[in-house]
């Protein structure tokens, strides 16, 4: 297939392109490299002949519809996105502007492009969004393709509008879209911002282990491997006008998830004077807003795609903290980029 990949130099994105150029698609990554991406996510990949770049930012309406006319993609997959819940409580603007802005900006582009008779006949527009659209769950239940759009973050806010948006375009324009809703996910090239490496690289360096409230919220959690491959299966084979939730089935609470690491931590680095990494973990003020649960009813893409997740929890997290352990130079020449998470959350640091 030909994709045109947004946000393809962030995390979950990069999975998506390596993953497509290994299975022998033709891709266009476009993204405006903000803070969140890194070149070295995608470097193995740069110089194959069916990988192309073009650093653009997707609420750039004419630069959208001009790549799609130019690379006459069969699907465009939309990740670009502000995706950090801290950071959407200390600005929300971004969120507004990059995720329902710029996904307005797409679906425009790409209604002109269906229109111009340049696309192909069973052209697919997806957008990849997140299971916080739905809200909190309490003890019980879990959330399916059916759930009330229920956001309480600024960040689950402004995915909600831009899946509202995307619904819209589909039974008004006859746009055909495909929208997935994804749990939790973790994995390699997560940028340092987020719970699983916040917690790796505080472990390692003898730093507070930040933890909000009493770390019994619950999530969802999913291999980036996975996600990246039920992506790229639902932008093949997913039916337009239909959502899909995806999801690891592998609920635990963020104490547990903590845990989790530190027990993989204190195996890898006996000789530590940090371990028992456990130690090291601090309670913290809670955030504003925080959803308690979260848990995914993934039958839908099981049942009519024919995917399910390869990775176990306690082999993913295991390969993942291994991952940040043996590749230092990816995240240390992030910090020396000036990111300080324990700056911002006024930890502890050194
Ligand atoms: P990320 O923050 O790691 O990467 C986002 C990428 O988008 C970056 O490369 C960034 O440069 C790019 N980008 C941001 N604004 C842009 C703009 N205006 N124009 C072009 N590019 C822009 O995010 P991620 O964790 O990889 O998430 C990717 C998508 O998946 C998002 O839409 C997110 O909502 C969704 N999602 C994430 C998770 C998760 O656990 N991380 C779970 C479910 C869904």
């Not at 329902?100 to 797409?106: A, F, H, K, P, Q």
């Not at 759009?149 to 039974?171: F, G, T, V």
């Not at 009493?214 to 996975?226: A, Q």
């Not at 230092?328 to 980029?337: A, C, N, V």
Request: glycine share 8%.
């Amino acid at each position: 297939m030909r994709l045109m990949v947004t946000g393809g130099a962030g995390f979950i994105g990069s999975a998506v392109v390596r993953r497509a150029i290994e299975r022998g698609d033709d891709v266009l990554n476009v993204d405006k490299l903000t803070y969140a991406a890194n070149p070295e996510n995608v470097a193995m990949v740069a110089d194959n002949a069916r990988y192309q770049f073009a650093q653009e930012d997707i609420c750039d309406f004419a630069a959208m519809a001009r790549l799609m006319n130019e690379f006459k993609p069969d699907a465009v997959m939309n990740l670009a996105a502000e995706t950090h819940v801290d950071r959407s409580i200390d600005g929300p603007g971004a969120f507004i502007q990059t995720n329902i802005v710029g996904t307005y900006s797409l679906l425009e582009a790409a209604r002109g492009y269906k229109a111009s008779g340049h696309a192909p006949k069973d052209f697919r527009f997806h957008h990849i969004s997140t299971d916080e659209v739905y809200g909190s769950l309490g003890p019980t239940g879990e959330f399916t393709e059916t759930s009330p759009y229920q956001p309480n973050s600024p960040y689950s806010a402004a995915k909600a509008s831009s899946d509202m948006l995307a619904r819209a375009w589909r039974e008004t324009f006859d746009l055909p879209v495909i929208v997935t809703n994804c749990s939790n996910n973790y994995g390699p090239y997560q940028f340092p911002e987020k719970l699983i490496p916040v917690v790796i690289i505080a472990a390692l360096e003898g730093r507070d282990i930040p933890i909000y409230g009493k770390g019994d919220n619950i999530r969802d959690w999913l291999h980036v491997e996975d996600h990246a491959e039920a992506l790229l299966l639902a932008a093949r084979e997913g039916k337009p006008g239909e959502t899909y939730n995806i999801g690891g089935r592998a609920e635990r609470t963020n104490l547990d998830l903590v845990h989790m690491i530190c027990e993989v931590l204190d195996e890898e680095l006996k000789a530590s004077p940090h371990a028992p990494h456990k130690g090291l973990i601090k309670f913290v003020t809670d955030r504003p807003g925080h959803d308690h649960r979260y848990a995914i009813n993934c039958d839908k893409i099981e049942r009519e795609l024919g995917w399910t997740p390869a990775h176990t929890i306690e082999e993913g997290m295991r390969d993942t903290v291994k991952w940040y352990l043996g590749n230092r130079d990816w995240w240390e020449k992030i910090r020396q980029d000036g990111f300080d998470v324990a700056k911002r959350q006024g930890l502890k640091s050194g």
